[in-house]
């Protein structure tokens, strides 16, 4: 049996920085993920793709973010059991929680957090007879390593910020990029849309709205793709290619969560925003991309706001009438368990005789 103050589901962005939360406050933590590393999604599927909204970096590859979330949390030294999926949830007459694995690690705190992004998750696939027969010969639904597409031909397809990120990005690492969307609208940020636009004047990517991708050809591998325009007079236009990225998204899913007794509401656990982020099961809390309430933002920083508030009361629960007078980091700098500590340095002033 693994013990801990605070156990977490979901090792991505706002699992690791919960670490570093509790921590501050004294409060060891454990982290589940079924993927074999940490990062959640940001390791997994876009390792190499810059993210632009996190405070202080302009851009930052979603891999670096990890990385350097890890380096953070290294004093407070949390437990990991990775590759592992959340089973059970059952709560025990002491009033804390055992979460058992599918195979069968059992994990017991007085707290649990789900910080799980969206779940467990699948590509959404676009509805082309023959793309399975094509699948790791050219089709790929996310983008791991970009300099796999260096002096490629490369075909995307989808209109929200995934597509116009990655059409950006690898416009200056293929030989040619095609971006193709159903409707003239994107749905990305406008900065992107503004981006993707420019680059399209300048010829470096091509772009193709009210059109989709429809037929598929090659061999043994991808060869070439036909894009169906929506005018009959541009009819279909047909593109030779070494690779496909069609980008609609994930089709989220809670997994075995999902019948653990919460309030679910559009495949996100309902919380109370209004104090603590707390679920309808007293002890067990939800943050970042899994939860949602009124005003919910689906950030990254909001996640990281949400694991600050959260630990101030899983701190009550944990140590029930003793009181906790917030530190500043700034002030008190940070104290690992490791006995290491980071403050700032002592001005020496020296009197005048």
């Known amino acids: 049996m693994i013990k801990t103050d605070i156990l977490i589901i979901g090792a991505g962005p706002t699992g690791l920085f919960t670490v570093f939360e509790a921590g501050l406050l004294k409060l060891k933590c454990h982290l589940i993920d079924a993927l074999p590393q940490p990062g959640g999604q940001c390791s997994e599927i876009y390792p190499k793709k810059p993210i632009y909204d996190i405070p202080a970096f302009p851009e930052i590859l979603a891999g670096d973010l990890v ?3 890890m380096e953070q949390i290294k004093p407070f030294e949390p437990g990991f059991t990775l590759g592992e999926r959340a089973e059970t949830l059952d709560k025990q007459e002491d009033g804390s929680f055992v979460v058992t694995t599918n195979k069968g690690t059992r994990h017991q705190a007085s707290v649990v957090v789900i910080a799980g992004g969206l779940g467990s998750f699948e590509p959404r696939k676009p509805p082309i007879e023959n793309i399975q027969d094509f699948e790791d010969k050219g089709v790929a639904y996310m983008v791991k390593d970009p300099e796999v597409y260096r002096d490629k031909k490369v075909v995307i397809a989808g209109g929200g910020d995934s597509a116009l990120d990655w059409s950006i ?4 690492v293929a030989s040619e990029v095609s971006l193709v969307h159903r409707r003239n609208e994107f749905r990305g940020a406008l900065d992107s849309v503004e981006k993707a636009s420019e680059l399209a004047k300048l010829g470096k990517i091509k772009l193709f709205t009210e059109a989709e991708v ?3 050809y090659g061999d043994e591998k991808l060869e070439a793709v036909v894009v169906k ?3 009959s007079v ?3 236009t047909y593109l030779e290619v070494d690779s496909f990225i069609p980008l609609f998204g994930l089709s989220p899913k ?4 999902g019948d653990w007794g919460f309030e679910i509401e559009k495949n996100a656990i309902k919380v109370n925003n209004a104090k603590d982020y707390q679920t309808n099961i007293p002890g067990v809390f939800a943050i970042g991309d ?3 309430y ?3 933002l689906k950030l990254i920083l909001s996640g990281f706001h949400e694991a600050a508030v959260m630990c101030q009361y899983a701190y009550q629960i944990i140590n029930p009438g003793k009181r906790y007078v917030m530190k500043y980091t700034t002030v008190g700098g940070v104290e690992g368990f490791d006995g290491s500590k980071k403050e700032a340095k002592k001005e020496v002033v020296q009197s005048i005789v």
């Open 169 to 172: 990005f690898l416009a200056d």
């Open 254 to 257: 809670l997994g075995p969560i």
């Open 294 to 296: 009124e005003g919910k």
């Open 234 to 236: 541009k009819g279909e």
């Open 67 to 69: 990385d350097n979330l």
């Open 214 to 216: 429809k037929k598929l």
């Open 290 to 292: 899994v939860n949602t």
């Open 229 to 231: 325009h929506n005018d």
